[in-house]
C-alpha cells in the first residue's frame, strides 16, 4: 500500500452505501471499481436505506445536520469524495513484491491525488487517502512497486503476441530459463532481448498492472500497462486493449524511465 502522509487528516474509511450516498450529494454517478450497492432494491427499500445511510454518516460525523435541517459534508471528506466521484483522470494499480501487495484507484487532479482501496478488514469498506501532489505519489511510487536501480544499456524493445505472451508468462513456473528465452526469441527473432526477458519472468521480485482512465465527458477512455522486476532489470509492457488486436511491447526501463511515464500519464 502507498505510504504518503501527505494530509494531516487520518484515512477516512466508508462502506459502500455511505460511499454512494457521499457521491450522489456531490453529484457523481460513476464511482471506478465501487458496484452500486442498491442495485435490485425497490423504491421504498432504497429509501429506508438511505435514511440508515445518512443516520450512519451522521453517527460517524462525516455528514453534518446544521441548525436549519440542511445536510455538510465536512472539508476533509468533502475533497475526498469530490475528488474520487469527479476527477477526470484515474489509475486503477495492482501490484506484489515481497514486502507488499496492493489494489486500488488512484484519483488524480492537478493539485492531489486521492488513493481509493478495499479494506482489508471488510471488503464492503473503502479507505480513501491523500497521498499529496503528483510528484510526490509518482516519488513514493516507484520505492513502493520495488523497481531496480540498475540500468542495462540500449536493449531493443520486443514485440509480440499478447495472447502468446500470456499463455508464457501464466507458464512460467512450469518451464526453465532457457526453454522460455528459446519460445520468445522465436516469437521476437531477438535471441538477447529473449534472455533478459526470460531471466526477468523467471527470477521476478516485483510485478503489477496499470490502467489509465481519462473521462472524454461520456465514458472513460483507457490504455494499459504492466511491468515484470527482477533484481537487476525492469521491464515495462505495453498491449493492445481492443478486443481484435493482439500486440505487446515490452521494454527495459530504468527507475527514472518508469517514474517519468507515470507522471506523463498522471499529468495528461
Not at 450516498?21 to 438511505?50: K, Q
Not at 516485483?206 to 490504455?223: A, F, H, K, V
Given at each position: 500500500?502507498?505510504?504518503?502522509?501527505?494530509?494531516k487528516?487520518?484515512?477516512?474509511?466508508?462502506?459502500d452505501?455511505?460511499?454512494?450516498?457521499?457521491?450522489?450529494?456531490?453529484?457523481?454517478?460513476?464511482?471506478?471499481?465501487v458496484?452500486?450497492?442498491?442495485?435490485?432494491?425497490?423504491?421504498?427499500?432504497?429509501?429506508v436505506?438511505?435514511?440508515k445511510?445518512?443516520?450512519s454518516?451522521?453517527?460517524?460525523?462525516?455528514?453534518i445536520?446544521e441548525?436549519?435541517?440542511?445536510?455538510?459534508i465536512?472539508?476533509e471528506?468533502?475533497?475526498?469524495?469530490?475528488?474520487?466521484?469527479?476527477?477526470?483522470?484515474?489509475?486503477?494499480?495492482?501490484?506484489?513484491?515481497?514486502?507488499?501487495?496492493?489494489?486500488?484507484?488512484?484519483?488524480?487532479?492537478?493539485?492531489?491525488v486521492?488513493?481509493?482501496?478495499?479494506?482489508?478488514?471488510?471488503?464492503?469498506?473503502?479507505?480513501?487517502?491523500?497521498?499529496?501532489?503528483?510528484?510526490?505519489?509518482?516519488?513514493q511510487?516507484?520505492?513502493?512497486?520495488?523497481?531496480?536501480d540498475?540500468?542495462?544499456g540500449?536493449?531493443?524493445?520486443?514485440?509480440?503476441?499478447?495472447?502468446?505472451?500470456?499463455?508464457i508468462?501464466?507458464?512460467?513456473?512450469?518451464?526453465?530459463?532457457?526453454?522460455?528465452?528459446?519460445?520468445?526469441a522465436?516469437?521476437?527473432?531477438?535471441?538477447?532481448?529473449?534472455?533478459?526477458?526470460?531471466?526477468?519472468?523467471k527470477n521476478?521480485?516485483?510485478?503489477?498492472e496499470?490502467?489509465?482512465s481519462i473521462?472524454?465527458g461520456?465514458?472513460?477512455?483507457?490504455?494499459?500497462?504492466?511491468?515484470?522486476?527482477?533484481?537487476?532489470?525492469?521491464?515495462?509492457l505495453?498491449?493492445?486493449l481492443?478486443?481484435?488486436?493482439?500486440?505487446l511491447?515490452?521494454?527495459?526501463?530504468?527507475?527514472?524511465?518508469f517514474?517519468?511515464?507515470?507522471?506523463?500519464w498522471?499529468?495528461?
Amino acid at each position: 500500500m502507498l505510504t504518503i502522509h501527505a494530509s494531516k487528516q487520518e484515512t477516512i474509511t466508508l462502506n459502500d452505501k455511505e460511499f454512494f450516498f457521499l457521491a450522489g450529494i456531490i453529484g457523481s454517478d460513476r464511482l471506478l471499481g465501487v458496484e452500486d450497492p442498491f442495485v435490485g432494491y425497490l423504491t421504498e427499500e432504497i429509501a429506508v436505506e438511505w435514511e440508515k445511510t445518512k443516520q450512519s454518516l451522521l453517527s460517524k460525523q462525516y455528514l453534518i445536520q446544521e441548525e436549519g435541517g440542511e445536510l455538510s459534508i465536512p472539508p476533509e471528506v468533502f475533497s475526498r469524495v469530490a475528488i474520487a466521484g469527479l476527477a477526470e483522470r484515474a489509475c486503477w494499480l495492482k501490484y506484489e513484491n515481497q514486502d507488499s501487495a496492493f489494489e486500488g484507484y488512484l484519483h488524480v487532479t492537478d493539485e492531489r491525488v486521492i488513493q481509493v482501496c478495499r479494506s482489508d478488514e471488510d471488503n464492503r469498506c473503502y479507505m480513501l487517502s491523500e497521498l499529496g501532489t503528483i510528484d510526490q505519489t509518482c516519488d513514493q511510487l516507484v520505492e513502493d512497486l520495488a523497481l531496480s536501480d540498475q540500468n542495462w544499456g540500449d536493449i531493443p524493445a520486443l514485440l509480440l503476441s499478447r495472447k502468446e505472451f500470456g499463455d508464457i508468462y501464466t507458464s512460467v513456473t512450469e518451464h526453465s530459463c532457457d526453454d522460455i528465452s528459446d519460445r520468445l526469441a522465436r516469437l521476437t527473432d531477438d535471441a538477447e532481448g529473449s534472455i533478459a526477458l526470460a531471466k526477468c519472468m523467471k527470477n521476478k521480485v516485483s510485478s503489477g498492472e496499470l490502467q489509465l482512465s481519462i473521462w472524454n465527458g461520456i465514458s472513460w477512455e483507457s490504455q494499459n500497462a504492466a511491468f515484470i522486476v527482477n533484481e537487476s532489470m525492469n521491464w515495462l509492457l505495453r498491449m493492445s486493449l481492443e478486443g481484435d488486436q493482439d500486440w505487446l511491447t515490452a521494454a527495459p526501463a530504468t527507475k527514472e524511465q518508469f517514474r517519468h511515464m507515470l507522471l506523463m500519464w498522471l499529468k495528461q
